[in-house]
């Protein structure tokens, strides 16, 4: 299957989700005791990372056989991902079985949240992960049906969906879209910044898409709601999987009418207009008001970059 790469930290999945075999019980059972099979462990949503000692080559993520979660399969919730080059991708939740499971056999190994290992993985390893934390965290709330009281969710297509047997509902995981946007105006871009950010940074604005709305409505509300401008038009440029604990980040440009700012300031204490020179300084720490930006896995610090080389 052909994958388009990604600069976007998360969106390199690499897996076959092999959709069309992975609800086979038959299959399943076979797949997931095979040799073929490697699972991922995550204890309270953190994946088992192989730690790298040496400098400047990359963690991995720690693939485990069948034979060192044998004991656990029974407790533990098994999540299919997918398969590459023959391996079977699981992860499996092992959070309430922690007291029992040995993490010492997995030497080198430590359950580590994935915020701040990211950018030590590779590419291929996030976008992995993204999909495994979001479909953990997916099944471990997902136990009973909304509209039966206490009638207990069923598991089925490996994790991939829930079955209430008394209404006959089916659940599906989902994800949360958030528009994320720069407004642009005559060569400068707008950068806000919240007051529970920590000091001097500022970010492109944000905000979650509400039902009903189109990429292009949310950007158009959230920006007139945060800081007063007109957008418009709307260009989008990339997305991002962001497993915390399942959206999807829609990054955008939105050129506005003017830069006369009107801030919310529940929602922005403060906004900057930057030139390409202003932000360029940013990038080498030389901003004259010590401004900074979220890191290079962040999609607000890709939409800067983009703007930047783009003239
Ligand atoms: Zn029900």
Not at 1 to 25: H, Q, T, W
Not at 123 to 134: F, H, M, R, V, Y
Not at 143 to 169: H, Q, W
Request: hydrophobic share 40%.
């Amino acid at each position: 299957m052909n994958k388009i790469m990604s600069k976007i930290v998360f969106a390199n999945n690499p897996l076959d989700r092999m959709s069309s075999i992975r609800g086979d019980e038959e299959w399943q059972k076979t797949s997931m005791s095979s040799s073929d099979a490697r699972y991922i462990i995550f204890d309270s949503g953190k994946p088992l990372i192989q730690v790298s000692k040496e400098p400047g080559s990359k963690s991995e993520i720690y693939l485990s056989k069948f034979e060192s979660v044998t004991k656990h399969i029974k407790a533990c919730q098994i999540i299919f991902l997918g398969e590459m080059k023959n391996i079977k991708y699981y992860a499996i939740d092992i959070t309430k079985e922690r007291s029992h499971f040995d993490i010492e056999i997995f030497i080198g190994c430590k359950f580590i949240d994935l915020r701040s290992i990211a950018q030590s993985l590779s590419p291929e390893d996030t976008g992995i992960l993204a999909q495994a934390k979001s479909m953990v965290e997916w099944n471990a709330v997902n136990i009973f049906c909304s509209r039966c009281e206490n009638s207990k969710l069923r598991t089925v297509d490996a994790g991939s969906k829930k079955v209430c047997d008394k209404c006959k509902t089916e659940l599906f995981p989902r994800v949360d879209p958030v528009v994320i946007m720069l407004p642009i105006f005559n060569e400068k871009c707008l950068l806000g910044r919240q007051k529970i950010f920590p000091p001097r940074m500022y970010s492109a604005l944000a905000g979650f898409l509400e039902p009903g709305e189109t990429i292009e409505d949310a950007v158009v509300r959230e920006v007139k709601e945060e800081v007063g401008l007109n957008v418009n038009s709307v260009e989008y440029k990339f997305t991002q999987p962001w497993p915390f604990s399942s959206q999807l980040m829609i990054g955008c440009f939105s050129n506005v009418d003017d830069d006369k700012t009107n801030l919310d300031e529940d929602e922005i204490e403060h906004a900057v207009w930057l030139s390409r020179e202003d932000v360029n300084r940013i990038f080498v720490g030389k901003s004259p008001d010590r401004i900074w930006i979220p890191p290079a896995m962040a999609v607000a610090h890709q939409l800067i970059v983009e703007w930047l080389h783009n003239k």
